[in-house]
């Protein structure tokens, strides 16, 4: 299971900021968070990325440098060292796009730890860990329906950054 999940975007004065993250409590090696987003921003690598550095394992999405006013972001999953980064690869793809068009939001919070929540189960049931039945399948769609769903102020798609 991660430790984390955390939104980076850019700042032209300052450069890569983090802004929110779940949990709000957990200490995160801010270098090499910033490590990860210089990294891929460097590259020129949109999209998913893994990246192990010191004593943090990362698996991001990076959204590509900024292009017509759209500015820069990465949702970064902080995970053990024990774990393997390319597993988050779908699911990260699938959520990083409504995570930051509706950075915005006012439940963004609790958006976010349901984000963490979703990515957190939906790795463990994809890789045979625990099973998809009951109480578990019913949290997880409902969580994944609100994270994919369209609202009227939302109507930018992953591909659009």
């Given amino acids: ?5 955390v939104i980076l975007h850019w700042d032209d004065a300052t450069g890569p900021v983090i802004g929110e993250h779940f949990p709000e409590d957990r200490f995160y090696n801010e270098g090499n968070l910033i490590t990860s987003f210089s990294s891929a921003a460097m ?13 943090s394992n990362i698996a991001s999405f990076y959204t590509g440098m900024a292009v017509r006013g759209r500015p820069q972001y990465m949702v970064a999953v902080v995970l053990r060292q024990d774990e393997t980064g390319e597993k988050y ?17 006012e439940s963004y919070k609790q958006l976010l730890a349901d984000a963490f929540k979703w990515i957190s189960y939906r790795v463990r049931v994809d890789s045979g860990e625990i099973k998809n039945t ?3 399948k ?7 329906k609100e994270l994919l ?8 798609k992953p591909s659009a950054y």
């Fill in 43 to 55: 590259a020129g690598t949109t999209g998913f990325q893994t990246l192990r550095i010191g004593n």
């Fill in 149 to 156: 769903s369209q609202s009227a102020k939302d109507t930018t």
């Fill in 1 to 5: 299971m991660p430790k984390g999940i």
């Fill in 138 to 144: 019913k949290e997880l769609d409902a969580i994944e």
């Fill in 89 to 105: 690869k779908e699911s990260l793809e699938k959520i990083s796009g409504k995570l930051i068009s509706r950075r915005n939001q």
């Fill in 134 to 136: 009951g109480s578990i």
